[in-house]
């Protein structure tokens, strides 16, 4: 059984940790162009943000926009990883045809590692994204940077441990993805319908497991940009933008998958239904852990909670903030919200790609006015860097696809999930 | 005119009129889901459309076999959900600010921010209402009394009886040509339902 896959050679582990298997009923029918270009064009965009970035005029606002582009796709990673744990958990039926999606996406936490290493260096970097607690002589009474506050949180803010937490998640998510990875494609290969069943049991520890080092990760790689502020609900405020980015990536990659050839007559309009209600169910639950978020500190009314929401209502960025109430939540409600436009591939995927805007929107809007408070702006690094890691990451995503069954073909529930249909 | 359009309406719901005679419609008993979701989509193709099906549980598909179309509760919600959101903010804007201005720590009197979540919830209970009372409204619920009633076999539709009942009100209508229609469709017992207490049985 163990033999009936082979891992891939070690540098192609970075992107799929095993060896391809073919399937002769759900193959993948583009060309090897499909993720070549993109990998190339997206490793270019990368290099040259990279090149120009490391110069001194650059280099702050860099790491904020490498920060930010690097967030997306690891938004889109996470979430797609709690897709597959919840639907093992739950036994979800409808969605084991498209399964093979969410997990493909989930399995990219190598390639992230690797694209990490400047954020990396950043953290030890005066001029790094991190500074505000990085910097020298912060806990030390004699120094010139002492920050009482800081000095206090110095127990969990500090490098090494921020380090050991960061490399915490990476493992954690890195194994429970392949994984799952594994398994199902063992089963793909076997035909073992057992191996539905290690797939939940790994998910019942995998989820709390990758819930927890989400929050936390929220926390650390987003929240301590302004140290002084703290908010406990912000790791689930995380984690509801990335399984919103989740489903929206989903539809959008089937719509795509779709136009090309592949997986017609198997992913149907009553899965897109229950992606776009899932769509919208998240859409709203993003606005109300952001409400709740806002709504706490706005009663309360105490300068040390209100004041990272007073830098976002101010110098331009008020215009952010109204962007978002509407962008993310008020127009998608109402668009969403008829039956129709859930039903088609064509609308769905404009919301989807829409969403993904709005969720790189909202993570600009997180990490950006803490390197501009003055002045509300967009740089074009903010851009690039993010143009190309999502091309750099769907290139990885199509070509980990394009090795395998497109349909985890030996699912005991694909028959059932084939003929879903809402009541 | 008016009495015509109230029947319209009415027979939308699944409450139909007698005809002159008190013949109240025909009732059709299927053998099982799969034959009586081909008889339903017989019936509608043949032009009928006052017509319903009973059975013990839900059965997949059948909507789209009688061509019921999408259903207008969405849009009694929608309202519904606009009555909500509208009464929540007068109801606060009104009590805090108007009626009874209280200064709390400095708050404004009414701001939105405090008033969402009485906003979202009752946005949420009236879309409820609205749409639970929609759905009974819509389909002429609760309906004490209905001739089918008097039908001996039909206190078997919350069994394991499959039934399928023509109005006589449909324009379709004509007493052997309906049940010619449905025992083609392969119904096992046609019924004669009068509206004055009595039926009729007529077993093939």
Known sequence: MRDALRGSSPLMKLIDPLASTKSDQYPFIGTSRSYILPGLAGLVIVAVSIFVGMSEAFLEQFYFSYLIGWTFCLSIALGCLFI???????????????????????????????LFIPILIGIFDTHGPYHHWTAEGIADPDSKYYDEILAGKVAYLNIPFFLTRLALYFLAWTFVSSRLWRLSLLQDVTGDPNISARLRHLSAWG?????????????????????????????????SGAFLSAFCFTALTIAGLQRSGMLRGVVTAEHYHDLGKLMFGFVVFWAYIAFSQYMLYWYGGIPEETVWFKYRLQNGWETHSAIL???????????????????????LAIMAVWLLMMQWFDLHWQAMPVLHPDQAQFHWLDLSCWIGLVCVFVAGFLWRLSRHAMVCEADPRLDKSLRFENA | MLKKLIQGVKAT??????????????????????????????????????????????????????????????????????????????????????????????????????????????????SALFAVGGMLALNGLPRPYNPLFYSREFTRASDDGFFLHVAASDSNFDLSATEALLKEAGAKAVEVIHDHGYSELHTT
């Open chain 1, 84 to 114: 597959v744990l919840i639907k093992h958990l739950v036994r979800a039926e409808w969605i084991v045809a498209l399964r093979r999606i969410p997990e493909a996406a989930a399995v990219s936490f190598p390639l992230l590692i690797l």
């Open chain 1, 325 to 347: 109430l509407f962008g993310h939540f008020i127009l998608p409600f109402l668009i969403l919200l008829p039956r129709a436009v859930k039903r088609y591939s064509l609308p």
């Open chain 1, 207 to 239: 989820l709390p497991l990758c819930g927890i080092t989400t929050a936390f990760a929220g926390f650390d790689l987003l929240m301590t940009l302004y140290p002084h502020w703290f908010s406990t609900i912000f790791g689930v405020y995380f984690f």
């Open chain 2, 13 to 126: 719901m699944g409450i139909y009129e007698a005809r002159e005679d008190g013949i109240y419609g025909l009732l059709a008993e299927f053998p099982n889901p799969g034959v009586l979701i081909a008889a339903a989509r017989k019936v509608h193709t043949s032009g009928y459309r006052h017509f319903d099906t009973h059975s013990p549980f839900p059965i997949h598909g059948m909507d789209r076999a009688m061509g019921l179309g999408q259903s207008r509760i969405g849009y009694i919600t929608i309202l519904g959900s606009a009555t909500g959101l509208g009464l929540a903010t007068w109801l606060q804007w009104w009590t805090s600010a108007v009626d009874y201005p209280l200064n709390i720590s400095g708050k404004p009197f009414f701001a939105i921010e405090p008033s969402i979540p009485i906003m979202f919830e009752l946005t949420v209970l009236f």
